[in-house]
């Protein structure tokens, strides 16, 4: 029960971890392997059930992709898309930042915003060290494009799949109802973007010059395991669109091409394995735990049950709050469980009244996914792209990334309501 000890203990856990992970005083999957232990130790969630709490979609969706990025690294593709999009926009810094994160935007509507940031990543990381320039706004910027794109269709983001595969609405329904206001809220977040980094994409001329000089035809260094590796990739983005007619997780889509690749390719699995993000891959996992212990012991319910209470079966008041709870709930938790929960609490509202409930998916949807902007352990991705850059030498703090992740986000929620106000709740 909410009133319980252990529910009282699970609290102050919580909170005390998040309170260290934001204050970065120690590594974050320490703390969060440490905060994990403790709702274990302290009997307020039992080792199976910890286990159970896991979501091994994700993490072998992660480890997947991972592993053919990896390979595919070793053909030399990311420096040739690198060195290419530079010439392209002729070394201009801001240019290049667009573009990429353009590519971010459109991959992650029609893939998943983790696989799109796990190939994009690597390709950023080339250009801006060729120029000499902070990776950080380019990563940011990836970040908030990943997020946004990922909302505008089924199966951008987990939250828009598990909405889908509950309620029966479709690829069409959540393009036709989410991406146009996906597309203003994303030209204005790039609006902003400019504004805030403006003193920060500078380049110096020699360097634009020296870029143009490249050819980037001799970054291929292995031709036939580049085509290996756009056909196991091809592939799998493939199944990431059928998965559902083919009664395939994207997880085991993932894994499969990641295995035939490594079969293939005939690489040393050891170097492959070696190169994952394995810090990443077990934060991911003690944020399960910690996330899922607070689920086990009411707390996200209580929260979901507090939304829908006061509403009072009011469709406007209903719809504003379910997407601005979702929002800043998702910005600081993880957002499967929180839709988890809030789905059958929509639904029991359709039952119970007369109202259409399908505003209320759309502000679900748009509240989770976007809310993952907020902060850098708001979504998948941000958690990814994190570790990408802290392997690198680059590091981009909790509070660095909140000043200007989470201003953005409640804006594109400030256009969220407007966009839910005008076209549904008038």
Sequence with gaps: MPGSVHFIVAIIIFIS?????????????????FGAVLMILFKIIGLDQAFETIDFHTIGLLIGMMIMVNILKRTGAFQYIAIKSAKLTKGDPWYIL??????????????D?????????????????ALKINPIPFMVAEILSANIGGTATLIGDPPNIMIG?????????????????????????????????KKHLIVQEDLKTKIMEFDENLAITDKTLLKK?????????????????????????????????LLISKTDPEEIFHEIEWLTIFFF????????????????????????????????????????ISGIASAFLDNIPFV????????????LTSINITPLWWALALGACLGGNGTLVGAS????????????????????????????MIVSIIIATAYLYVFYLM
């Design 98 to 111: 667009v573009m990429l994160s353009t590519i971010t935007a459109i991959s992650s509507a029609l893939l």
């Design 340 to 351: 988890a929960t809030m789905i059958p609490l929509i639904q029991s509202i359709g039952s």
């Design 381 to 408: 991705a941000n958690v990814v792209v994190a570790g990408i850059l802290e392997k690198h030498k680059h590091r981009i703090s909790f509070v660095e990334y909140m000043k200007i992740g989470f201003p953005l």
């Design 229 to 261: 590796s756009i056909i196991v990739l091809t592939c799998t983005i493939l199944g990431f669109g059928l998965h559902q007619f083919v009664g395939l997780e994207t997880a085991t889509v993932a894994l499969t091409g990641a295995s035939i690749l």
């Design 165 to 197: 595969s509950e309620t029966g609405l479709g690829f069409m329904d959540f393009l036709i109802n989410l991406a146009p206001v996906v597309v203003v809220i994303y030209l204005i977040t790039l609006f902003m973007l400019k504004i805030i980094y």
């Design 285 to 324: 996992i003690f944020l399960f735990v910690l996330v899922g212990t607070l689920e086990e012991v009411g707390a996200i319910e209580m929260i979901a049950k507090g939304v829908v209470s006061i509403t009072q079966g009011n469709l406007l008041l209903t719809a504003l709050l379910i997407l601005w």
């Design 17 to 33: 971890i998040y309170a260290i992970i934001i204050s970065e005083k120690i590594n974050r999957t320490t703390i969060a392997f």
């Design 113 to 129: 915003n983790v696989t799109t940031v796990l190939l994009i990543a690597p390709v950023t990381l080339v250009i801006t060290e």
